[in-house]
């Protein structure tokens, strides 16, 4: 096979830079022995499904995506009308990086941001958006998308998304989380499966795997069977049914059945607030949010972000200029502390 020459140094502008961790490579190896009926009726992907049940302790139906956007765009679709709108922070993945698909797996129901501090919604701004018009006019509030953990790093406590769930109940509203690093955010707390999500008012969650350590692949946990109704023909319509979907789902055995998806995310989270410890107390940069899962925004200016650039780092500053580091399953300790000696020396 040809060499493909590359830089194994390793970089934290994303956690997706990492690449497939070694219980989930086994768990596809595992399911590559043989034939298996195609489009979902195999048996790794009874496994995987039921594997759901068992760690969020409820009857939930599951579904697996090739990857968030899709996810998060057919499950806002599932709980909307082409007449609805979803509000969520103005940093929601959905918002910014999703290139339209909600609106368009959804035929145009329309997004509502709130404006946010540090990406994590209230009840008084769902209430502000939701009942700023009552008149034909307006799209028509449905639902409600909080991504845990945020955009920036930050983790909704089990209380307040329970709030949340109370505001959205009262106003007639679904509750949607948006769960790209939901093992982070799960970790980041403390709680289980449940008290984050059904237990709290979630009903429905799109559980992100790639970040965490697989290829490919998020599942869509519906905590509530009719809102799950036909989602099935939403997912083939959209080119989201996997023919060999054992390949989809057996990643999950891998990382469920094994307690992969845990220690990956506490690995991940170590990683941040070791970094967050080395940097206390810089002159020149402040950390932008609390660290709570496995990111870390580093605030400073442009000729500081440019010497680090210089000294070989790479890193997104699309959330309010900040330096953004992402640390995933795979990341080296040692290599972080190399990255906090240069933001220590360009910025103390
Ligand atoms: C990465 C991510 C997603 C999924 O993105 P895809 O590139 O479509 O897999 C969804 N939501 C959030 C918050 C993310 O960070």
């Not at 145009?108 to 540090?118: M, N, Y």
Request: aromatic share 10%.
């Amino acid at each position: 096979m040809t060499h493909i020459s590359r830089d194994n140094s390793q970089q934290f502008a994303s956690d997706n830079y990492s690449g497939i961790c070694p219980e989930v490579w086994a768990a596809m190896a595992e399911a590559n022995h043989g034939h298996a009926t195609a489009y979902g009726d195999d048996p790794w992907t009874q496994r995987a499904s039921d594997l759901f049940r068992e760690v969020f302790e409820a009857d939930c139906e599951v579904f697996f995506a090739f990857n968030g956007t899709a996810a998060n765009s057919l499950a806002l679709a599932s709980l909307c009308q082409s007449y609805h709108s979803v509000i969520c922070s103005n940093t929601a993945h959905v918002e910014t990086d999703e290139c339209g698909a909600p609106e368009f797996f959804s035929n145009g129901s329309k997004l509502l941001t709130a404006p946010t501090q540090d990406g994590k919604l209230t009840s008084d701004a769902i209430r502000a958006l939701a009942t700023s018009r009552k008149d034909i006019h307006f799209p028509k509030p449905r639902a409600v998308t909080i991504t845990q953990s945020t955009e920036t790093g930050r983790v909704y406590r089990v209380d307040e998304i329970a709030a949340l769930s109370e505001t959205c109940r009262e106003l007639g509203l679904h509750l949607h989380m948006d769960g790209a690093r939901f093992s982070n955010a799960l970790l980041g707390a403390g709680c289980t499966a449940a008290e984050m999500t059904w237990k709290a008012g979630v009903e429905v969650l799109c559980f992100g795997g790639t970040k965490n350590g697989m290829a490919i692949g998020e599942a869509i946990v519906f905590f509530d069977h009719a809102l799950a109704r036909d989602f099935d023909y939403r997912c083939k319509q959209a080119g989201q049914l996997a023919s060999k979907m054992r390949f989809l789902s057996s990643p999950w055995i891998g990382m469920l059945e094994t307690g992969a998806w845990r220690r990956n995310a506490e690995h991940a989270n170590t990683c941040a607030r070791h970094l967050c410890t080395a940097i206390q107390g810089l002159q020149h940069a402040q950390i932008m949010f609390p660290v709570e899962a496995n990111a870390v925004f580093l605030l400073t200016d442009e000729g500081r972000l440019q010497q680090l650039r210089e000294r070989g780092w790479r890193f997104y500053t699309f959330i309010g200029g900040g330096a953004r580091f992402m640390f995933a399953w795979d990341t080296d300790l040692a290599r972080v502390d190399q990255l906090s000696r240069d933001i220590r020396d360009i910025m103390a």
